[in-house]
């Protein structure tokens, strides 16, 4: 068959064209996800806990300099870990506000 049949051929039948089309596009997502292939997206931020999502909202006029070095102090301080720091400093924060 030459390429000039196939094509006349596929453009009589291009609801059958698509549909094979589709079949084939879910049966490769449906291989990757059994296989466990993934893509690394570019240019996304590493997953943050929700203490550190809070911690970021709470002290957003800061620059990301000054957070670190707060949550570094409070870690020194109360000799905690970076979860325990944030949480300690949102917990300041909010006793401050409170006091107005």
């Known amino acids: ?3 000039e049949q196939i094509l006349a051929t596929a453009r009589g039948n291009m609801g059958t064209v698509m549909l094979a089309v589709v079949a084939l596009a ?3 997502a449906l291989f ?3 296989s466990g292939v993934r893509f690394k997206r570019r240019g996304t931020a590493p997953r ?3 203490d550190e999502l809070r911690f970021r909202n709470v002290f957003a006029m800061m620059s990301e ?3 670190q070095s707060l949550i570094s102090y409070y870690s020194q301080k109360h000799g905690c ?3 325990e720091a944030m949480r300690r400093a949102i917990e300041d924060r ?3 506000e409170g006091r107005w």
């Open 94 to 96: 909010a006793r401050d």
């Open 81 to 83: 870990g970076r979860e």
């Open 26 to 28: 879910v049966l490769a």
């Open 65 to 67: 300099d000054r957070r």
């Open 48 to 50: 943050l806990s929700t």
């Open 32 to 34: 990757m996800t059994i």
């Open 1 to 3: 068959m030459e390429l």
